[in-house]
């Protein structure tokens, strides 16, 4: 099974950049596809960004789109959200997540988080305006 612990979350001004990273164990992380999530205050979690296992195909959502990079190494067992031109609504715990689900692939996670068991505990951006 894979694990996943996030890391890069902070505080940064609004048109400042973060770049998360989201470490994964497990000698199959490679043949998972990766998304990254997020959930403001009082808000339900939604999805922000996926990779294919190669890393050949991306997804975004249309909020972050042409503002966040997802990408992967696979060597070093990791994903990337670099996130660029942040505004205060970014703010949001954010995950990391492995699409276990049979047949799942980028799409299916852009679809819904459903049914995804395998999930990092977070990490905390805040964009100050």
């Known amino acids: 099974q894979v694990q996943l612990v996030e890391s890069g979350g902070g505080l940064v001004q609004a048109g400042g950049s973060l770049r998360l990273s989201c470490a994964a164990s497990?000698?199959?992380?490679?043949?998972?596809?990766m998304g990254w999530f997020r959930q403001a205050p009082g808000k339900e979690r939604e999805f922000v960004a996926a990779?294919?296992?190669?890393?050949?195909?991306?997804y975004y959502s249309d909020s972050v789109k042409g503002r966040f990079t997802i990408s992967r190494d696979n060597a070093k067992n990791t994903v990337y959200l670099q996130m660029d031109s942040l505004t205060p609504e970014d703010t949001a715990v954010y995950y990391c997540?492995?699409?276990?689900?049979?047949?799942?692939?980028?799409?299916?996670?852009?679809?819904?988080?459903?049914?995804?068991?395998?999930w990092g505990k977070g990490t905390l951006v805040t964009v100050s305006s």
């Open positions: 997540a492995a699409e276990t689900r049979p047949g799942g692939t980028i799409a299916t996670m852009a679809q819904s988080y459903y049914g995804i068991d395998v």
């Open positions: 497990g000698r199959t992380f490679s043949s998972y596809s």
């Open positions: 990779v294919s296992w190669s890393g050949a195909n991306t």
